[in-house]
């Protein structure tokens, strides 16, 4: 068992120096790095290790040098080009960091500290985009405070709390956002005794899962209204010509049969086949449901139609029970799901309504993701 474990453990370590080695010799130096002080972490004496390490860290390091030196001298834009920056010394930073807490012993090697370099890159960087949100900001409109908004969100990734960051990113996010009012959902029931309270907590859930990742911010009537909130949109919505048939119901039958082998009295080992046939009576249950739901979206400072449309549902609710005379061996599956239904689950007005609001709203939704995308 422990002659096991060793060979085990060799082979592991066999294997590892081989990945290292392989990573080295495809030139993929950044890779071969970090493997090589994996193998050191592992067996601080891996001399094919200790022999890559310095060779890789130099390869990679050259090249995160030139990237950073090509970077300065593009003509991207300021912000773009600090990013690169950033981005070339950060790779150098982690690759010092990667090494810092190999035991002493394993490899005399020691890769450079760009701490300093890292810590400019990034003030910089974090100042180029505030001044570019800043500027941004102040042209008051809706689509430069999107703009603005996502340059004071990296400043503030590069430099946690950089100047008034945070107080102008929420400022221009309060800018960039849309928000859109609810202002009434008519549900006529008419004599029909329906709880529809679900029905605007699912269209403001919908609405939000769209708009959270396009600055658009949806709201119910009363909200607004108690939050002195600034509205930017109106949405109007009706439901009805909502109806219920009554029970139908009605009866039927149809006849199944199936071929099944028999053996033969008369000769050993042969076989032939008869059919055997049954008889499903059903009686089949439904009733029929319908309703319309009517969108209405308009600019709440200008009146203007915004979009608009109409939306209708159909539903039918189907309930199959059975009996049959006959083989038991001809039906099928489906002929005993008939016959083993149940026959007193008759859907609340409730249910169905629900089912046709579940239609509406995956075409409302449709419609919704196309407007504000």
């Known amino acids: ?72 001298n593009s003509n991207a834009k300021k912000g773009q080009m600090l990013d690169l920056v950033y981005n070339g010394y950060e790779a150098l930073q982690k690759m010092y960091d990667a090494a810092t807490d190999l035991k002493e012993g394993s490899t005399t090697f020691r890769p450079r500290n ?43 990734t590069y430099v946690p709390g950089y100047k008034d960051v945070i107080v102008k990113k929420k400022e221009a996010y309060e800018a960039a956002i849309t928000n859109v009012v609810v202002n009434k959902l008519d549900q006529r029931f008419g004599y029909y005794a329906i709880n529809g309270n679900f029905f605007e907590s699912d269209i403001l859930w919908n609405l939000n899962s769209i708009g959270e990742r396009s600055y658009y911010q949806f709201y119910g009537m ?24 009554n029970l139908a119901t009605n009866t039927y039958s149809y006849n199944v049969s199936k071929k099944v082998p028999v053996k033969s009295d008369k000769m050993a080992g042969s ?3 008869k059919t055997i046939t049954a008889t499903v009576y059903v009686t089949r249950r439904i009733i029929n449901s319908r309703a319309i739901m009517d969108y209405r979206i308009t600019d709440a400072h200008t009146q203007k139609l915004i979009a608009s449309n109409r939306i209708p549902a159909q539903y039918t609710w189907e309930s199959l029970t059975g009996r049959y005379t006959g083989d038991v061996n001809a039906l099928s599956g489906r002929d005993m799901a008939i016959i083993n239904g149940v026959a007193n689950n008759r859907p609340s007005y409730d249910d169905l309504y629900r089912e046709l609001t579940r239609q509406i709203m995956s075409q409302f939704n449709f419609a919704m993701r196309d407007i504000y995308r």
């Open 114 to 156: 760009y701490h300093k370099e890292l810590e400019g890159a990034a003030l910089a960087a974090a100042d180029a985009r505030y001044n570019r949100g800043i500027a941004l900001l102040q042209r008051n409109d809706r689509l430069s405070a999107r703009k603005a908004y996502d340059n004071l969100k990296i400043a503030d």
């Open 1 to 72: 068992m422990k002659t096991l474990l060793k060979f085990t453990l060799l082979l592991l370590v066999f294997s590892s120096c081989q990945s290292t080695q392989k990573l080295f010799d495809k030139g993929e130096y950044g890779k071969a790095y970090y493997a090589a002080v994996n193998d050191l972490k592992k067996n601080p004496s891996d001399a094919n290790a200790q022999r890559i390490l310095p060779i890789a860290y130099q390869e990679a390091a050259t090249k995160y040098e030139q990237d950073v030196t090509t970077a300065k």
């Open 222 to 245: 009363s909200y607004g209204q108690q939050n002195d909130l600034r509205v930017d949109q109106f949405m109007d919505i009706n439901m009805y010509d909502i109806w219920f048939s």
């Open 271 to 273: 076989q032939s086949s």
